[in-house]
C-alpha cells in the first residue's frame, strides 16, 4: 500500500494567487482528515469526510478555503485567494473507521509571499 | 472546548537516558488518546489509548492512560538519537469521528 499520498510536496505562491492541494487516501478508508500545522497553533482540524461527504467543516477558517471529496480516492483543498498568514504545513489523513488511528500523507508545504 | 496540554513543551537529555513526557486532556465525551512521533515529515501512529491503568510497550516505548486524572504518559527508556522528534498527544472523542484534538506537541532532542 503506498499510503496516503499528497501532491504538490512544496507549493510557493504569490499572495491573491488560487492554491489547490490535493490527496489520495488509502484505499479502502473511510474516512479522510485535512488538517493544518504551524508553529503557533500545531496540528488543527481543518475538515474530514466519511464515504466522500463532507461532515464537520467548522475548523475551516473562512470562506477562502473549500474542500471536495468528488470520489473515495481523491480530495482537493482549495484556498481562493491565498494570503501569507496561510503559510503552513497541509496534511491529509485517512482512517478505516471512526475509531482507528489515522495515517497520515506527507504533507503538502505551502509558501505565500 | 476541548484541551490537550503537553508537558515539557521541548527536552534535551542525552542518549541513554530514560524520558517521561506528559499529556493531560480535558474533553467530553472521551473515546481514545492517541501518541505520535514527529520527525521531519508526516506524524507516525506509536499507539492508541483507550483502557485506563493498561500498558502499552513497543520495543523502548511505553506508554498508559488515567481516565481518572485525565493524562497520559509515554516513557522512553535508553534513548537514542534517532528517538529526536516531536511527540503528539491527542485525542479522540466518542459518538462519531469528530478528528483529532492534538496538543502542541513535546520537542524532544538526545544529545549523544
Known amino acids: 500500500d503506498a499510503g496516503v499520498i499528497q501532491s504538490p510536496r512544496h507549493e510557493v505562491t504569490e499572495m491573491g494567487q488560487e492554491v489547490t492541494l490535493r490527496c489520495k487516501p488509502i484505499?479502502?478508508?473511510?474516512?479522510l482528515f485535512w488538517y493544518r500545522q504551524t508553529m503557533m497553533r500545531g496540528l488543527e482540524l481543518l475538515i474530514y469526510?466519511?464515504?466522500?461527504?463532507?461532515?464537520?467543516d467548522s475548523g475551516m477558517p473562512e470562506d477562502r478555503f473549500s474542500a471536495k471529496m468528488p470520489n473515495a480516492s481523491f480530495s482537493t483543498l482549495k484556498i481562493q485567494p491565498s494570503e501569507p498568514r496561510d503559510s503552513a504545513v497541509y496534511f491529509c489523513?485517512?482512517?478505516?473507521?471512526?475509531?482507528?488511528?489515522?495515517?497520515f500523507g506527507s504533507g503538502t508545504r505551502l509558501t505565500v509571499v | 472546548e476541548d484541551k490537550v496540554v503537553q508537558s515539557p513543551l521541548s527536552l534535551v537529555v542525552h542518549e541513554g537516558d530514560t524520558v517521561t513526557l506528559n499529556c493531560s486532556y480535558e474533553?467530553?465525551?472521551?473515546?481514545?488518546l492517541l501518541w505520535y512521533k514527529q520527525e521531519k515529515k508526516a506524524p507516525t501512529f506509536l499507539f492508541m489509548l483507550?483502557?485506563?491503568?493498561i500498558e502499552k510497550k513497543s520495543g523502548r516505548l511505553s506508554s498508559i492512560l488515567d481516565k481518572k486524572e485525565l493524562f497520559s504518559i509515554l516513557n522512553i527508556t535508553a534513548t537514542q538519537t534517532g528517538d529526536s522528534a516531536v511527540y503528539l498527544c491527542?485525542?479522540?472523542?466518542?459518538?462519531?469521528?469528530?478528528?483529532?484534538?492534538f496538543g502542541k506537541g513535546t520537542h524532544l532532542i538526545i544529545q549523544p
Open positions: 489523513a485517512s482512517s478505516l473507521q471512526a475509531y482507528y488511528g489515522y495515517t
Open positions: 484505499s479502502g478508508h473511510d474516512y
Open positions: 491527542a485525542v479522540l472523542r466518542g459518538g462519531g469521528a469528530d478528528g483529532l484534538t
Open positions: 474533553v467530553t465525551n472521551f473515546r481514545s
Open positions: 483507550t483502557s485506563s491503568g
Open positions: 469526510f466519511n464515504n466522500n461527504v463532507p461532515i464537520d
